[in-house]
DNA sequence: ATCGGTGTTACAATTTAAGTCACAAGTTAC
DNA sequence: GTAACTTGTGACTTAAATTGTAACACCGAT
């Protein structure tokens, strides 16, 4: 388990929180679905309502989004969760020493940075809306 | 390869050796110039010359790039050493008992592959020729 | 033939994510 | 008000992947 579904678990949550609303929303209901634990689960969503998708409150299981699903898109819960915010990651520890290693840094932040964007772009293209339509209809095919 | 540096070191290697070619581009030589050892750079060695990148000969120090720099892509290298072929990871353990959990896997896989889609054209875009002249204008600087 | 380098494997160390436990504080129902 | 339940967090443990280290057979040049 050491690549992360931080990203995958949390929009698992939103969509679950939407699909049943009015129903049992719980931290306990949400980690059953997930098969993780309810503990990692409140820390998400304490981390997506900290960035303006979810609402929740103290005490009770009545969460919700904090927007239409059509306006939160995969990119704005990628930034919600994702710690280090980069899919490419540069070597920090290069020979100072050495014309490349003194210089490859630079160059490879250039180049992973346009990976960044492209990628971001797509990100930002799919919304919430979009996945949980397409998870309503395998569900009911 | 959430925190990887694989191939940041990959194309650090494939650098070092245009840019040094005639020099000493032993694995020792690189490792010194990465901050890293020769066996891992030998290993990274290795898999850049079975993805046909990379001319070495066992016993004798004197890597070359397999083909000019302008012909290798960003996305080449990177599929070369990446182990998951993914930027994105579905949580591949979620619920069969719940109409999310049984989905949400396909409906990720879809969604995480348009954005590897974008990420892979543009490390397309990328060639190993355009890192080198950046990172050789860098030098002269 | 010797010396140094490669290619490969095995294993230890390190790092980060995920799981577990615990508990203060909020909320509802009675 | 209090009992039962939930959230929000922190501390700690466990697990998995990357990186580091060591060993050694094999190749090639001098």
Redesign the pocket.
């Known amino acids: ?6 990203l995958s ?1 949390a929009i698992h949550i939103l969509a679950f929180v939407d699909i049943f609303q009015g129903g049992d ?4 209901m949400i980690a059953s679905s997930i ?6 689960v ?2 998400l ?2 981390q997506l ?1 900290k960035a303006d998708l979810l609402i ?6 009545a ?1 919700s989004l904090a927007r239409p699903a059509e306006t939160i898109s995969l990119l704005d819960v990628y930034r919600a969760i994702d ?2 915010q980069q899919l490419l990651h540069v ?1 920090p ?1 290069t020979s100072m020493a050495c014309p490349v290693g003194r210089n490859i840094q630079a160059t490879l932040d250039g180049v992973y940075d346009r990976v960044q964007q492209a990628a971001e772009a797509e990100m930002a293209n799919v919304s919430l809306a979009e996945i949980i339509q397409d998870l309503q209809a395998k569900i009911n095919a």
């Open positions: 388990m050491k690549y992360s579904h931080k678990d929303v719980s931290s306990t098969e993780s634990n309810p503990s990692l409140r820390r969503m304490s309502a929740t409150r103290p005490g009770v299981s969460a710690d280090s070597d520890k």
